[in-house]
């Protein structure tokens, strides 16, 4: 584990809709969207599901990450989350 962590992580509503986003704190990023603290896409779409995460030591490389995945086909993101949660189960459940 890094000292510092960042994180790149896709959260989705129950019918699909997906966000992809970057935090120093995943857990009370994930908590903001689940409690609707978070204004904007994520509130008005229901996206409360935390699908998919990957942690780096450097924001530089988190940013650069989040880029590359905002740049990707709907489904080559739909692929990437189903290589490690094939059944899009939500990952923070047993965080709160």
Excluded at 48 to 66: C, G, M, P, Q, S
Aim: glycine share 6%.
């Amino acid at each position: 584990m890094f000292d510092k962590t960042y994180t790149v992580y896709i959260i989705a509503s129950r019918s699909g809709t997906i966000y992809i986003g970057v935090t120093n704190d995943i857990h009370r990023r994930v908590y903001e969207h689940k409690n609707k603290i978070a204004k904007g896409f994520t509130e008005k779409y229901g996206c409360t599901k935390l699908v998919y995460f990957e942690d780096y030591e450097y924001i530089d490389d988190a940013i650069k990450r989040e880029k590359e995945l905002k740049g990707w086909s709907r489904i080559k993101k739909q692929d990437l989350i189903k290589s490690i949660n094939p059944h899009w189960k939500d990952l923070s459940l047993e965080w709160f």
